[in-house]
């Protein structure tokens, strides 16, 4: 199981930093990609970044100078980090694991992040 | 606008057969898999497809996934009235540097 934890609501140009526990100790066993996605109001799937069991690190190209994705095996958890937010960034904040890159076999039931001042 | 692209919307009838399309390239559907998902409202998406035609268990054998070139297809058949919701496609993408796309989505509507 996957759950998501972290703020309801961030100011506009602040950080946001989210974190998914991932249960038992499938974060350390586990050969899969562990992966943030979000979904605006509205609107479709993103896909942020994905940090692989090796702790290889890989990330949305237009995203990519703002967010970073670390994993702590030690805590069984991941998190995001995501800077210099703006009203875009409102949305449902997933996390998820795939075994094969894009196939997230896994997700948390989501997070409703809202940036407003 | 999506990389992969999907039509926004389609509509059927109980019984039915539909198939939703996914478009891509060869920095992504040509030369990785394919994964489909369907979303229902105010719930996480869930994975229908993998690897172009695989079923994750639990899912019934009326989905089927396809995948021709830089192509793939979702069909559904005998549509129920609960399959109603979003779908999604994904694949990897190695342009620029390797990262997942995912499709913009089709709304099923069943009549």
């Known amino acids: 199981q996957l759950q998501e934890s972290g703020p309801g609501l961030v100011k506009p140009s602040e950080t946001l930093s989210l974190t998914c526990n991932v249960s038992?100790?499938?974060?350390?066993?586990?050969?899969?990609?562990w992966a943030w996605i979000r979904q605006s109001p509205g609107k479709g799937l993103e896909w942020i970044a994905s940090v692989y069991y090796s702790g290889k690190t890989y990330y949305e190209p237009s995203l990519r100078s703002r967010v970073t994705i670390s994993a702590d095996k030690s805590r069984s958890q991941f998190s995001l980090g995501l800077t210099s937010l703006t009203a875009a960034d409102t949305a449902v904040y997933y996390c998820?694991?795939?075994?094969?890159?894009?196939?997230?076999?896994?997700w948390g039931q989501g997070i409703l992040v809202t940036v407003s001042s | 606008q999506s990389v992969l692209t999907q039509p926004p919307s389609m509509s059927a009838t109980p019984g039915q057969r539909v198939t939703i399309s996914c478009s891509g390239s060869n920095s992504n559907i040509g030369r990785d898999t394919v994964s489909w998902y369907r979303q229902l409202p105010g719930s996480a998406p869930k994975l229908l497809i993998y690897d172009n035609d695989q079923r994750p268990s639990g899912v019934p054998d009326r989905f089927s996934g396809s995948k021709s070139g830089t192509s793939a297809s979702l069909a559904i058949s005998g549509l129920r009235s609960e399959d109603a919701a979003d779908y999604y496609c994904?694949?990897?993408?190695?342009?620029?540097?390797?990262?997942?796309?995912f499709g913009g989505g089709t709304k099923l509507s069943v009549l």
């Open positions: 994904a694949s990897w993408d190695v342009s620029p540097s390797g990262h997942v796309k």
């Open positions: 998820a694991s795939s075994p094969g890159g894009s196939d997230f076999l896994f």
């Open positions: 038992r100790d499938y974060l350390s066993t586990s050969a899969y990609y």
